[in-house]
DNA sequence: GTGGTCTAGACCACT
DNA sequence: GTGGTCTAGACCACA
């Protein structure tokens, strides 16, 4: 049984919560490569979500290459951790960059950022 | 003629960046209290997007408080610039918390964050 | 000089706002049948509004019968005062009918309803 | 199916027409906390409306807090029954204000507007 | 001229 | 299936 945990309301559609977290236990090697996963139907039940959400999230993970599903025998953690670490890198720059962005078009300084995000981690 | 400029690509939505950028022009007093914005006509003229979404932009703007829309007249900067402050903050905020909590997922601590935000700023 | 105030931010249209006061003050007669109004000008300047809000007050009251305008001498109140207290009465009734109907959609009770009322006027 | 009639002619959009249907359903229990309602596409079928209409109410009770908005799963009736009654007195108390003013304008005095409401029920 | 509402319909994102 | 965004355009109400 996968420790993930899905915040419904935040705004973060769960298939992309899922991708994120399996994407963190592979990088904190509470998965490792080779390692299985847990089935489409263990996991929308687990996590009580639509099966659709399962799939989706599976999918797009194997699309990055991240885990490879192997049809009738199961789905499994990718043989490349370097691809991961890569991955894993290139989607927080992209949401920083994007955060970036939206922030500076709200007259936000990166000064102002800054701190509202250390604060933020002291909650 | 506001300096407002879209980009399609972002998968952000027209109206958001809209509004995104009218509460960064007022943050930066480009505009100031009371002032009149461009029609929704002129405005979706100059952008090139469906009136609607013009109407979106201002419609959701007035629900924050920032602007008023006074039907026959016009539409000008809310006299209130305490509840612009207020409502751009949040939006910063639910901002920061999503990548938080996405980062977080995918197993970077915060230091990592951090460093990554501030390298890129250097650029 | 009518004694005439007029609240931009209720949400009743200006040129509303005019005719209900011109009623009023012809049915407690400090305006008389004969009596001249200010002219669209005057009236527009005094209220500080735009003309055209005079100009649409002035031409509802006179498809209404309430008052007459005399190419090139002057807008008059209507000789006919039976006609006013019926066009009065029949304004506020259908009034009232619409909020009861909006009320009643909303779910409120006939009591709930005049209770709200007194106490509105208590204040 | 939601027992919800429009009336085309009353001047009162079609989108405040099912928002105040839709909290006095919720106000008499007819739909309860958690309830789910029609699809968008299902309310624009029923009352043969163009979904925009149906997107624009949901949309203004959502902003209201009376209902939300689930990407991909439906629509429900918001848990907070106390935002509810708020946002429905709101709704009554402008009403009433903006008859009250009028009615002044009109030169109706307190007692002749009671009166006549009181008088209107019994019918 | 201004904002406000509405239709008819497409395409996308999420479950 | 669900909600979310957008286009193209019409028509109305208000100043």
């Given at each position: 049984?996968?420790?993930?945990?899905l915040?419904?309301r935040?705004g973060?559609?769960?298939?992309?919560?899922?991708?994120?977290?399996i994407?963190?236990?592979?990088?904190?090697?509470?998965?490792?490569?080779?390692?299985r996963?847990p089935s489409?139907?263990?996991?929308?039940?687990?996590?009580?979500?639509?099966p659709?959400?399962?799939v989706?999230?599976?999918?797009?993970l194997?699309?990055?290459?991240?885990i490879s599903l192997?049809?009738?025998?199961?789905?499994f953690?990718?043989?490349?951790p370097?691809?991961?670490?890569q991955?894993?890198?290139?989607?927080?720059?992209?949401d920083l960059?994007?955060?970036?962005?939206?922030?500076?078009?709200?007259?936000?300084?990166?000064?102002?950022?800054?701190?509202a995000?250390t604060?933020?981690?002291?909650?």
């Amino acid at each position: 049984m996968l420790p993930l945990q899905l915040n419904p309301r935040l705004g973060i559609p769960i298939y992309r919560q899922i991708m994120d977290a399996i994407r963190g236990l592979i990088a904190s090697e509470a998965l490792k490569p080779g390692e299985r996963l847990p089935s489409l139907r263990e996991l929308a039940t687990q996590l009580r979500i639509n099966p659709s959400s399962a799939v989706k999230a599976y999918s797009e993970l194997q699309h990055a290459g991240v885990i490879s599903l192997d049809h009738g025998r199961g789905t499994f953690v990718s043989e490349k951790p370097g691809l991961l670490a890569q991955s894993r890198k290139k989607v927080l720059d992209q949401d920083l960059r994007a955060l970036l962005l939206k922030a500076k078009n709200l007259g936000f300084s990166s000064k102002e950022i800054l701190r509202a995000l250390t604060e933020m981690e002291k909650e």
